[in-house]
């Protein structure tokens, strides 16, 4: 019986330079949650049928939520975000849901923007790290193999 994959060995990262360089924030976050992407859906009713035509529109933007610990050092997941956000700064994401060993499957996205990355803030009782979560608009996103 085969088991299950679990998300627990991704590897995250980011790059800002047109994937030039990517800065791996698999120590800094602990969720990446993709949605969007749906195709557009046409509809035509006619006067003779009672169910409607329909066609196949363009697809929609990937959404690529990301929760970051919070830090305040430079270089790392929130500070690079956050800054991208500010500036307008395009951010490529790639992530390998089995931690990015040769075989594995790797998705990569297209240049998006930052389109949420909020400050920092909790309820002072808790104990637990500050997160961030921060959502990541992009065009396309491309499955490949690690070599």
């Not at 299950?4 to 994937?19: M, Q």
């Not at 390998?96 to 909790?122: F, I």
Request: aromatic share 8%; with cysteine; glycine share 10%.
């Amino acid at each position: 019986m085969a088991t299950g994959l679990t998300f627990r060995n991704v590897k995250i990262e980011l790059s800002i330079d047109g994937a030039v360089n990517w800065t791996n924030i698999s120590g800094q976050s602990n969720a990446l949650i993709p949605s969007g992407a749906e195709r557009n859906i046409g509809e035509f009713y006619d006067a003779q049928n009672d169910t409607p035509t329909l066609g196949a529109g363009k697809l929609g933007r990937h959404e690529l939520m990301l929760r970051v610990k919070y830090t305040e050092t430079d270089g790392q997941a929130w500070a690079i975000l956050y800054s991208a956000k500010v500036n307008a700064t395009e951010v490529l994401v790639r992530w390998s849901p089995k931690g990015a060993n040769t075989g594995d499957w790797l998705y990569t996205s297209d240049a998006g923007y930052v389109k949420a990355c909020p400050l920092p803030g909790q309820e002072v009782e808790t104990g637990d790290p500050m997160r961030v979560e921060v959502n990541i608009d992009v065009s396309a996103v491309t499955k490949s193999t690690v070599a």
